[in-house]
Each structure stands twice: as structure tokens, then as C-alpha cells.
């Protein structure tokens, strides 16, 4: 990566030790403190806006690396290893910023949760906290899951990936338990991004039935996102500067530049002073603007409704209900279509037919949401009329990085 990359990844480390309020928690950390001060009632709140910043920093590297790993954008700028990720090579030596990031949301998340029983005791079973902590060790761990092509956790063995959706399933059910116990508007939230989350990876575990069934309680207007803001440059939507201060990946020479007045889907193109299309940063690639982030302030969804109904939509198809399937989503579309950005219902009448129509249009819905990379690998595994060929000569998933192969003795030599 160029000297730029490597100097705002070493800013956000320098931001995180003066993090300021990052979430609706509305906490401040004032700096490092002792291991022991985390140890008392008072230091939860803290401790669980930790794991929320922790997963917006994995989220903030994923949301570009995925994107060009996948379909989304193409990469027309001067950073040396996201010039091969668009081209489909995923190096171990190349992803060790991305793979310790993951890692650490995902460990922050589980040990605090541990930490949360000791000091919270049998107050953990009624704590809106506890319930959020799981949330994020859920969601950290269908992030892993949805990206590696291996588990690895706490320095063990390589595993399958999908170890990562049962980890997740398994903490998206303690919220949900925890949650249900509860009243007024937390438990409704609370609620929510749970069986949300609980539905993406029970489906990626093939329980297609209980994933349709935790989807359905999802509204469609919900969405439950990572938070940025411009507190400190660790706080900061970094695909948001990349795409506006810079101009390092862009949308053009993707299907999605074909994709016109979609609310979905917002870019647009950029001319310089004399009238002509502006470049990225390589100096020849057209450059075509995403318009979804556009501050540096900008979240990313995490957990939405409208993707609940494509979910659910799959899950209709996978059973052969075409009209279902389609139904779902003409309901989702249906959403977000207004006068000026109009989105006419969709027809298909066999399978081979409407599986490309869901798969564009869960795209479309999960667009930068470090989401396209796993669907695209799982797509590419099944057979027709599901297959998706897009990965076929390409890396399909983040190996496992050269720091966790040098590091971790049951990986040595592997």
C-alpha cells in the first residue's frame, strides 16, 4: 500500500486510545486505563462501546477490500495490494491489517462478554449491555465467516469458515434470550438486530426454514448499522475519503455502472475543469463516484429489513415458490421506490429466471456492506440455475494472513 494508506491506518491506532463516544452509548474514554478498572459495574457501558468501535474499524477495511475482492468496484488507483485484490489475488502477506482487525472485533467482543458474567453476575440475564455484547460478537463473527477461508480462533487450528456462523448463531440466540426478557423500545431494538443477524448465518448453515422464520421478524425500515463520524480519524468511513478526497476505486467497469437512478445504487461521474471525465488515481481509469458514503461520518448497515425480505426470497426460491420469491422482492424494491427514483416491479415465471434477478438485487440492497464477497462464493459453489460464475478464476476468500501463520504453532509451516 502507498505511504497514504499506511500513514491514516497508523492515525486511526493513535485515534483509538482517544476515542470519544463512537455510538448511541453515548460513552467517553478518556485515554488507556487499567486492566483492573474494567472490572466494576460502572466500566460496562465503556467496554461494550469498545466492541462497537472494534467492529466499525474491521467494517471500514472490509467495506473496500471486499468490494474489489467481489463485483462492486474496480480499483483505479496506486494502493500495490488492492491492484490485486481487483484482480483476484488475495495474498496472506497482503491481508494482515485486515485479518488482525476481524479478529480483534471479534475477540474484544467474546472476552468481554466473559468479563461482563464475572463482574455483572446474575444481573448479565437482565442487561440491555449484555445483549448488545453478544450482538457484536455476532455480527464479528459472521463478518469472519462471510470473508476467511479458514477459522482460526485464539491461536488453535484451521477450521472450516462456518465454524465462525455457529460461533455467531450461538451469540445472536443469547441476545435474543436476554433481549426477550426486557421491555420498551430496547427490547424492540434489541430484538430486531438479533434475529437479523441470527437469520443471515442460520441461512449460511443451511437452516433455511429458521432463517425465514427470524427474517419475517424484521420491519423493512430497520436498519442497525457500524457508526463513523469525525470525532478522530479512527472514527472516520475511510471508503468515504477514498472515493471523495481520492479517487482510488471506482464504479466504472462494473455491472453496477450499468445500474441508472437506482437509490440502491447511487454514483455518479466526474468531469474535470475542460469537460472530460476525470481518472482515478492510476491516471487512465475512468472514474465513476459512489454517492452511498459520502462524509466521512457516513455508517455502514449492518442489519436491514429490506435484507431480510431478499433473504427470505432465497429461502422461497430454494424451496421452488417463484411467485413467493418474487413477491419478496417486488416488496422491497417497492420500499424505496418513489417518483424520482423508480423501481417498477420485477417478473420471472421459472427459477432459471429469477435467480439472477435475486442475486442483482440483493446486491443492489447490500451494496458496500462487505456482504457481495461471500454471496458471490457461495453462489459460485452451487449448480444451475444458481451458480454464480464471477469467482470462478479468481481467490474466493481471505486466507489465512502470513502474521497468524508465523505467529499461531498449529499453523507453522501450513
Request: net charge neutral.
Amino acid at each position: 500500500m502507498t505511504t497514504l494508506s499506511v500513514s491514516r491506518r497508523a492515525l486511526h491506532l493513535v485515534g483509538a486510545a482517544l476515542l470519544v463516544g463512537c455510538n448511541s452509548l453515548d460513552v467517553s474514554n478518556p485515554g488507556p486505563i487499567n486492566d483492573a478498572d474494567l472490572d466494576k459495574a460502572s466500566a460496562m457501558p465503556g467496554l461494550v462501546t469498545g466492541m462497537s468501535f472494534d467492529l466499525s474499524r474491521a467494517m471500514d477495511v472490509t467495506a473496500q477490500a471486499l468490494a474489489i475482492m467481489a463485483d462492486e468496484l474496480y480499483h483505479g488507483g496506486s494502493y500495490t495490494n488492492e491492484g490485486l485484490f481487483n484482480r483476484g489475488i488475495v495474498r496472506p502477506e497482503d491481508v494482515n491489517g485486515m485479518w488482525g482487525d476481524m479478529h480483534r472485533a471479534r475477540w474484544v467482543a467474546e472476552s468481554g462478554i466473559t468479563r461482563m458474567k464475572a463482574v455483572l453476575g446474575t444481573g448479565f440475564d437482565t442487561s440491555p449491555l449484555a445483549a448488545r455484547a453478544n450482538i457484536y460478537a455476532g455480527l464479528s463473527n459472521r463478518l469472519l465467516g462471510e470473508a476467511v477461508c479458514s477459522a482460526v480462533i485464539d491461536g488453535g487450528p484451521a477450521q472450516d469458515n462456518k465454524v465462525h456462523f455457529a460461533r455467531a448463531e450461538a451469540s445472536f440466540s443469547e441476545a435474543v434470550r436476554i433481549a426477550s426478557g426486557l421491555t420498551g423500545a430496547i427490547r424492540d431494538s434489541l430484538l430486531r438486530v438479533a434475529y437479523g443477524g441470527r437469520a443471515s448465518v442460520r441461512a449460511w448453515q443451511g437452516k433455511w426454514t429458521e432463517a425465514a422464520a427470524d427474517a419475517a421478524l424484521v420491519p423493512t425500515s430497520y436498519v442497525f448499522v457500524a457508526p463513523f463520524s469525525t470525532n478522530t480519524v479512527a472514527e472516520n468511513n475511510d471508503l468515504a475519503f477514498e472515493t471523495t478526497t481520492r479517487s482510488e476505486y471506482t464504479v466504472f467497469n462494473t455491472q453496477w455502472a450499468q445500474v441508472f437512478r437506482d437509490p440502491r445504487v447511487p454514483w455518479d461521474s466526474v468531469k474535470t475543469t475542460s469537460g472530460a471525465l476525470a481518472v482515478g488515481q492510476d491516471g487512465r481509469t475512468t472514474f465513476f463516484r459512489q454517492r452511498k458514503y459520502t462524509t466521512l461520518a457516513a455508517d455502514i448497515p449492518l442489519v436491514k429489513g429490506t435484507e431480510m425480505l431478499v433473504l427470505r426470497a432465497e429461502a422461497a426460491l430454494r424451496a421452488n415458490d417463484v411467485t413467493g420469491a418474487m413477491a419478496l422482492i417486488n416488496q422491497a424494491r417497492a420500499f424505496q421506490n418513489t417518483a424520482n427514483t423508480p423501481l417498477p416491479p420485477l417478473t420471472a415465471t421459472t427459477a432459471a429466471q429469477a435467480w439472477p434477478i435475486l442475486q442483482r438485487e440483493r446486491g443492489a440492497i447490500t451494496w458496500l456492506e462487505s456482504r457481495r464477497f461471500w454471496d458471490l462464493r457461495r453462489w459460485n459453489g452451487e449448480a444451475a440455475p444458481i451458480k454464480n460464475s464471477f469467482l470462478e478464476t479468481r481467490d474466493k476468500c481471505v486466507p489465512i494472513s502470513l502474521n497468524e501463520r508465523n505467529s499461531n504453532p498449529n499453523l507453522r509451516g501450513g
